[in-house]
Each structure stands twice: as C-alpha cells, then as structure tokens.
C-alpha cells in the first residue's frame, strides 16, 4: 500500500519505507544492498588500494538507513500532534551512503581532484593507519586537537 492510499483513508497515518535508490528516478524500484550503497557514493572505492576497492565489513550503510528512519517517525508524530496530518517518512540506502561519504564527495565537487585510494590510512587524519606490531596490531592517529604540551598530537 502507498502512502497516497493510506493517508486517503487514514489522514493521521505515519508510513516509514526504506528502499535501496529512493521512490522516484530512474533506479526507484531497483534492489539494493549495502556493499551497493558503499560502491556507488565511493565509499569502497576510497577505502580500497588503487588496484582494488573495498567494501567495508560494517554494514553502516544498512544501519544508518535504519538509524535515519528510527529517527524520522517521533519526528513525524511529533509534527503531526502540531498539525494534524501524518507523513511519510523515506529512508533511501544510497541517499545514507551519500550522507555519510559527503565530506569527499564535496572536496571532489570543489577542487576537482579525486583523492586516491588509501586502505586503512585516514583521509583527513594524518597519520592515521593500522600498524603491525610483535604482538599484534596498533593504530595510530593524530587529530587536530592539543595535548597539555601544545603538541598537535
């Protein structure tokens, strides 16, 4: 049933619906999965060596889409306790994906270079990476914030 439907016969009813690409557009209707969303925002591009992308273990893609609807309905019936009507709610996988890799996805828009891909080494963070140790692995990151020593890291 689609919203139209729904709110026709229920006016105060809140729909949430999650889809891979969106209701509308040339995919809507289309499956998809989240090593989907993660390949086409260019998260697994990013995450992967030059020769190889990656996609991540984490299903966030899936999660957040979750997350982001789970946060959509109070909203939703908190608006509709001030203004009567329902509405629906409409999470999208590749919309999350997009969402969540933004940051590139506008640094690529702005200066009109793509940033290589780089594994476990951080975009922004340097340096950020997994290293080997004797007894296992360590990671190391440094970020913009400073130490009692003044000391970036």
Not at 88 to 116: D, I, K, P, Y
């Amino acid at each position: 049933m689609d919203y139209a439907t729904l709110s026709q016969r229920y006016p105060r009813s809140i729909l949430v619906t999650a889809t891979a690409y969106g209701e509308d557009g040339p995919l809507a209707g289309q499956p998809g999965f989240d090593g989907v969303g993660q390949a086409m925002s260019g998260a697994a591009w990013l995450s992967g060596q030059p020769d190889a992308p990656v996609r991540w273990a984490a299903t966030y893609v899936d999660f957040g889409t979750a997350v982001a609807c789970a946060f959509g309905a109070p909203a939703a019936l908190r608006a509709r306790d001030q203004t009567g009507p329902g509405q629906h709610v409409q999470g999208s996988l590749l919309r999350t994906a997009t969402t969540f890799f933004n940051s590139n996805l506008m640094e690529a828009a702005a200066t009109g270079r793509n940033r290589t891909p780089s594994g476990n080494r951080s975009q922004q963070l340097a340096p950020s990476d997994l290293f080997a140790t004797r007894d296992g692995h360590v990671l190391v990151q440094c970020s913009a914030t400073r130490s009692s020593t003044g000391s970036p890291c």
